[in-house]
C-alpha cells in the first residue's frame, strides 16, 4: 500500500525541498519506487535542486486540470530509475489547485509508486494545506531556533485538524526532523537543543541532519545530497531517517565529517 | 554582575526553551478558540462600566501580560468627574 507523505514546516527556509530530495531519493536508492511532488506553485525549486530543472514540460497543475496525461508530466530521475518528479507550476497561481483535483492526481500516484512525497511551501494557506491533505504521514522540518519551533508546533495542528484523516477522526502520523543542527553550538547553551525541541513539540524524531557544507554543494550540483556525497554527515543522516520512515529501529546519532589530521591539510574537496 | 553576565552570556538556549514553552502554551489554548480574547473581554467590561457611567473609548487601555502560570489583564480606564478625572484601574 503506498504511503503519502508531506515535508512540512510552516517557515520558510528550513530545509522541506532539500529535505525531500534527499528523502526520496534515499527512499528509491533503498529500492523504493518514489514521486517526489511540488506543490510549491509559482515558486518550484524541487526541479532544480533535483537537477531537472531542465527537463521540466509539463507540471502538476497541468495533471490536475487535465491538460495532460500524468505519465507526461512525470520526470523520471536519471541516476535512480525508481525515483520521479512531479513539478510545480512556475507561471501559474496556486488558484489553479482544486481540491478535487489534487485528490485525483494523488490517488493515480498511488498505484503507481510506493511512496508519493509532497513538498509543501511555506505557510499556512491554501498551497501548504492543500499539499497536507491527503498525508498519512507527516514530516516536520525544523531548525533549533524560536521562530521555526513556533512555526512548526502551528503546522502539527493543521495536520490534527486540515487533513483527511483528521476529518475521518483518525491520525496523521508525525515526525520531527531537525535540521542544521550543531551539537557543539547546542552543548554550549548557544542553540536549543534535541531534546528540548523534542520537549516542546512532543512528537516522535525522524532524524538529525547537522548543519554541513555538502548540503549547499548538493544543491548547487543539482543533486540530492544523498546522491552527491552519500558518505557525508548529512546524507548519512537521512538514510537514517529514511530507514525509519519504512520502519526499521536506529539508535539515535547526530553523523559528524570529522575530518582526520590528513584531510584537514590537503583535503580541500572541490565540487 | 559582571561575572556573572561573563557566565551567562553564551547561555541563551535557556531562554529560547522558556520563552517558546509559554508563548506556545497560550497559542495552544487560543489559536482556534478565542484568539482575540483581549477585545472581547475590553468590549465587555466597557459595556458594564457604559452602564453606569458615560466613559471616552479613547482613554481606556488594556494590556495582557502572558506568565508561565499567571497571565494579568490590566484594564485602565479614566472616568471624567466634575472635579477632575478620576481613574478606575481594574486588575485580574
Known amino acids: 500500500m503506498a504511503k503519502v507523505l ?10 522541506k525541498t532539500t529535505s525531500t530530495a534527499a528523502l526520496g531519493a534515499a527512499l528509491a536508492q533503498s529500492g523504493q519506487n518514489v514521486v517526489v511532488v511540488d506543490f510549491d506553485v509559482g515558486l518550484r525549486n524541487l526541479d532544480l535542486v533535483m537537477g531537472s530543472e531542465r527537463r521540466v514540460v509539463f507540471d502538476l497543475i497541468n495533471v490536475v486540470q487535465g491538460d495532460a496525461k500524468l505519465a507526461q508530466a512525470l520526470i523520471r530521475d536519471k541516476r535512480i530509475d ?4 512531479l513539478a510545480a507550476s512556475q507561471t ?23 511512496w508519493v512525497i509532497c513538498d509543501s511551501p511555506a505557510g499556512i494557506e491554501k498551497g501548504a494545506v492543500l499539499a497536507m491533505r491527503h498525508a498519512d504521514t507527516a514530516v516536520v522540518v525544523t ?21 483527511e484523516r483528521a476529518e475521518k ?14 551539537p557543539v553550538r547546542a552543548e554550549r547553551g548557544e542553540m536549543l537543543k534535541v531534546d528540548d525541541v523534542i520537549e516542546i513539540l512532543s512528537i516522535p524524531l525522524l532524524g538529525i541532519i547537522p548543519e554541513s557544507e555538502e548540503v549547499l554543494r548538493a544543491s548547487n550540483m543539482g543533486a540530492p ?3 552527491n556525497a552519500p558518505m557525508s554527515a548529512p546524507a548519512r543522516a537521512y538514510f537514517d531517517a529514511a530507514k525509519r520512515l519504512r520502519g526499521e529501529t536506529l539508535e539515535m546519532t547526530v553523523p559528524s565529517d570529522k575530518k582526520g589530521i590528513f584531510a584537514k591539510l590537503f583535503g580541500r574537496r572541490v565540487a | 554582575m559582571s561575572l556573572f553576565s561573563f557566565f551567562s552570556k553564551r547561555s541563551s538556549a535557556p531562554v529560547a526553551r522558556e520563552r517558546l514553552q509559554i508563548l506556545l502554551a497560550h ?43 499567571v497571565s494579568t489583564l490590566e484594564v485602565d480606564i479614566e472616568i471624567p468627574t466634575p472635579a477632575g478625572p478620576a481613574r478606575v484601574a481594574l486588575r485580574g
Open chain 1, 82 to 85: 525508481t525515483l520521479s518528479l
Open chain 1, 225 to 227: 545530497v544523498t546522491l
Open chain 1, 169 to 182: 477522526g483518525e491520525r496523521v502520523e508525525k515526525h520531527l526532523l531537525l535540521t542544521r543542527y550543531d
Open chain 2, 27 to 69: 497559542e495552544r489554548s487560543s489559536i482556534g478558540g478565542r484568539s482575540d480574547l483581549v477585545a472581547i473581554l475590553q468590549e465587555e467590561i466597557l459595556a458594564v462600566i457604559a452602564k453606569h457611567i458615560a466613559i471616552d473609548r479613547e482613554k481606556v487601555q488594556v494590556k495582557l501580560d502572558r506568565g508561565n502560570s
Open chain 1, 6 to 15: 508531506v515535508v512540512t514546516s510552516g517557515k520558510g527556509g528550513v530545509g
Open chain 1, 143 to 163: 531548525n533549533p531556533e524560536v521562530s521555526s519551533v513556533r512555526d512548526s508546533d502551528r503546522i502539527i495542528g493543521l495536520l490534527d485538524s486540515k487533513t
Open chain 1, 92 to 114: 501559474r497561481d496556486k488558484d489553479a489547485l482544486t481540491m478535487e483535483g489534487v485528490s485525483r492526481v494523488i490517488n493515480e500516484l498511488k498505484e503507481k509508486f510506493d
